[in-house]
């Protein structure tokens, strides 16, 4: 069974940071890519970052929104995906979830979700 479970979120000052943490099990972590979304009620959930299934060379992937303050990174032996979020906004207040992607057959699964509040 495949599981994608999100961790690390919570209250935060704006211009804090928080790390985001996914751990994946029941799957062959480095054959899928990964990827952070995030959503507000009443919103569509939007990407937020990727990254694919090796990183040598790059291939990471930003919304404009968040370029420059979070990064996405991964741990291929601990089936584990990041994200670090630096200068954090009110408007960063979202559930934020795990996503993954076969690099090949499309398969895909998601996580349930974080809570992150940026407020003061």
């Known amino acids: 069974q495949v599981q994608l479970v999100e961790s690390g979120g919570g209250l935060v000052q704006p211009g804090g940071s928080l790390r985001l943490s996914c751990a994946a099990s029941g799957l062959i972590f480095d054959s899928f890519a990964m990827s952070w979304y995030r959503q507000v009620p009443g919103k ?8 694919p299934i090796r990183t040598v060379g790059g291939g ?9 303050r979070f990064t ?49």
């Open 60 to 68: 990471t992937n930003y919304a404009d929104f968040v370029k420059g």
């Open 44 to 51: 569509e959930r939007e990407l937020v970052a990727a990254i």
């Open 72 to 120: 996405i990174s991964r741990d291929n032996v601990n089936s584990m995906v990041y994200l670090q979020m630096n200068n954090l906004k009110p408007e960063d207040t979202a559930v934020y979830s795990c996503y993954a992607q076969h690099y090949r057959n499309g398969m895909n699964y998601w996580g349930k979700g974080t809570l992150v509040t940026v407020s003061s």
